[in-house]
């Protein structure tokens, strides 16, 4: 039998002055230590900080908890899930990126509003993880958002090919067969540029896909980091009606309004879900499941309901983009969480819409404005 009273003995760990010594340099190097404040000869002090970097107690800050999701070049981690697209040079296939974000330091002077947007999300993963509120798949929702790097820039130098880059980093993925996308919606984001997302700093407007990427790229610069679910099961289980089957609202009452102890998350969206399903292994997302896009909606005539709204999901061997009408509910259809804009207009609950609210600042909650062309019925994907 173990005696837990045993009092601890140095000859049984010869070596930790010298590994906490390491421990303590290596924090100190990444900023995660005050040389100021940081007691090196208490034991406790580097105890608690090595707990923190392992994520087996509450993080010390928000760059301390956004350097451990991004981890670096080397290390497994956001930065590394994405440099392995540099190197795609296969003959006849697109180059995927020039360049990853590579340091933690490199995006703080890329990104003009980095460290105020890292502390956001931080907070409002904190307050979601606080709010108790379950995935559909029951884990604390808090548990399943984490962040994702979205090359907003290079996204945009390939709108109009977006299905042809997109395979190409697919290639890059082990996934030989190409994204699936409902016709009218690759119409819309490569040849058309109609409206597309709803504006997150107005949520009375709508945006084209081009006005939308300059609007990324004004605040985050060439690479945003945005909060996302990131669990294979989408949404949140109080979503799910009691027999199971269907949802209590549906995708047109979430879009725009949906929130999460007063955190908007609906920013999910066609570029949004494409860095998603790039950065994480795109087999795991969805592949039980169907992601509603909220932040998308657009309208496509000659059908019984013109309201459309576009999910993502991984089907056997490709992720598929579809359209569904914006009143369609069950339970298999859930939004995927994200916060991408930390710094947009005030919403609405949910609660207050189904309870007849209809306006948000003064302004009548919106409808998707009329496509100006109807979309060929079919588009072939290269």
């Known amino acids: 039998m173990t005696n837990n009273s045993q009092e601890f003995s140095f000859d049984l760990y010869p070596d930790i002055d010298r590994d906490l010594d390491d421990v303590y340099r290596r924090n100190l190097e990444q900023g995660l230590v005050d040389e100021e404040t940081a007691t090196k000869d208490t034991l406790d002090a580097v105890v608690k900080q090595q707990l923190v970097l392992s994520g087996h107690e509450t993080f010390k800050d928000s760059g301390a908890w956004a350097r451990k999701e991004l981890g670096n070049s080397v290390e497994d981690g956001v930065f590394q899930k994405w440099n392995k697209y540099c190197k795609l040079s296969a003959v006849g296939r697109p180059l995927g990126i020039s360049r990853a974000p590579l340091t933690f330091e490199g995006l703080e002077l890329d990104n003009p509003n980095f460290n105020e947007k890292i502390e956001k999300l931080y907070a409002a993963k904190k307050v979601l993880a606080d709010s108790g509120e379950l995935s559909s798949g029951g884990v604390n929702i808090g548990e399943t958002m984490h962040l994702v790097a979205v090359p907003w820039k290079i996204m945009k130098d390939n709108l109009g090919s977006l299905d042809v880059w997109l395979n190409g980093m697919r290639v890059a993925q082990g996934i030989e067969k190409p994204d699936e996308f409902n016709s009218d919606l690759l119409f819309d984001i490569t040849t058309y540029n109609d409206w597309l997302y709803l504006n997150p700093k107005d949520n009375g407007e709508y945006l084209k896909a081009t006005e939308y990427l300059d609007q990324r790229i004004a605040e985050d610069g060439d690479w945003g980091i945005i909060l996302a679910q990131t669990s294979s099961l989408a949404g949140l289980k109080s979503l799910i009606r009691p027999e199971g089957f269907t949802n209590t609202r549906t995708p047109d009452e979430m879009a725009g309004k949906l929130t999460v ?11 949004e879900y494409i860095a998603l399903t790039l950065q994480e292994d795109p087999k795991t997302i969805s592949n039980r499941d169907c992601s509603w896009l909220l932040a998308n909606h657009l309208r496509v005539p000659g059908s019984a309901n013109e309201n459309k709204l576009p999910y993502g999901r991984w089907n056997e061997d490709s992720v598929v983009f579809g359209l569904l009408p914006d009143d369609y509910s069950s339970a298999l259809y859930q939004p995927r969480l994200a916060i991408v804009d930390t710094m947009q207009q005030s919403s609405i609950d949910s609660n207050d819409f189904l309870a007849g609210k209809t306006t ?9 404005p009329v496509m100006r062309a109807t979309p060929p019925e079919k588009r072939l994907i290269i």
């Open 360 to 368: 948000i600042n003064n302004k009548p909650l919106p409808k998707p």
């Open 261 to 271: 102890a007063g955190q908007r998350v609906d920013g999910m969206g066609i570029f």
